[in-house]
């Protein structure tokens, strides 16, 4: 009995820590939030711990999460997908804005290795304002994925972040979120009822805010194996 004791034990937490160790690493794309008509945009994206802020090498990253597909969408909210090359610890894309107006970068990729029988989805956002303000392009509307998407007032505002969390291509209310703040600390903040999250500004520097989402019962399988429920995180960096 102390034996099977010990074993359920030692079962639990490696789980725990496998479970852990994806649930401490998202996806994050970094950019410049102000680009300029006709002139090319770089966009680098990360696997990252954001507690510590330290990036994985490429050759590290979990599972086949290195096989994201990095989209643009223009502010009339026609998408395109952009090549990513690899580097070391990243991967570099461009853009060449042809229209002024409010750009989003999207990346929306469930591993194929489940862990402890649990998906693990990541998306990740980022915006770029080119020339005169412009209204948001429209939600993509993807199954199920987990979308965090920054109200285009709260670009230029440096005392007050304003995002909105989606889910299905819906606003979905009540979604938790961690932001880093450039400290080192975090806080927990969430959504409101109507899919609104706030965040006061107190600190100067980079944060990232990550929102997730867990669904203990629901099944299915990625492109090599089958699954019993899903985590999804959504993120965004912005600097003050």
């Known amino acids: 009995m102390i034996q099977y004791i010990k074993y359920s034990f030692l079962v639990f937490l490696f789980s725990s820590l496998s479970i852990s160790f994806c649930f401490a690493h998202a996806l994050y794309?970094?950019?410049?939030?102000?680009?300029?008509?006709?002139?090319?945009?770089?966009?680098?994206?990360?696997?990252?711990?954001?507690?510590?802020?330290?990036?994985?090498?490429?050759?590290?990253?979990?599972?086949?999460?290195?096989?994201?597909?990095?989209?643009l969408v223009d502010p009339a909210g026609n998408k395109t997908k952009l090549s990513t090359t690899a580097q070391e610890d990243h991967f570099v894309a461009e853009f060449l804005p042809e229209k002024e107006g409010f750009y989003r970068l999207e990346i929306n990729h469930t591993a194929e290795d489940p862990g402890d029988?649990?998906?693990?989805?990541?998306?990740?956002?980022?915006?770029?304002?080119?020339?005169?303000?412009?209204?948001?392009?429209p939600i993509t509307t993807h199954n199920n994925v987990l979308s965090l998407i920054e109200d285009g007032s709260s670009l230029k505002n440096n005392k007050t972040k304003t995002f909105k969390t989606y889910l299905n291509g819906q606003l979905k209310g009540k979604i938790s979120a961690t932001v880093f703040l450039p400290s080192g600390d975090k806080k927990e903040v969430e959504s409101n009822a109507d899919g609104v999250l706030k965040i006061d500004i107190g600190e100067q520097g980079v944060y990232f805010l990550e929102a997730t989402i867990y669904h203990k019962d629901e099944a299915g399988k990625t492109k090599k194996a089958a699954y019993q429920s899903v985590w999804r995180c959504a993120t965004q960096k912005f600097e003050i």
Do not use: C, M
């Open 29 to 71: 794309i970094d950019t410049q939030v102000q680009g300029k008509l006709a002139s090319k945009h770089e966009v680098k994206v990360y696997y990252s711990e954001f507690a510590d802020r330290t990036v994985e090498k490429v050759s590290d990253w979990y599972s086949d999460v290195a096989k994201f597909e990095l989209w």
């Open 117 to 137: 029988q649990t998906a693990y989805q990541f998306n990740a956002f980022a915006h770029v304002q080119v020339g005169r303000l412009s209204a948001v392009p």
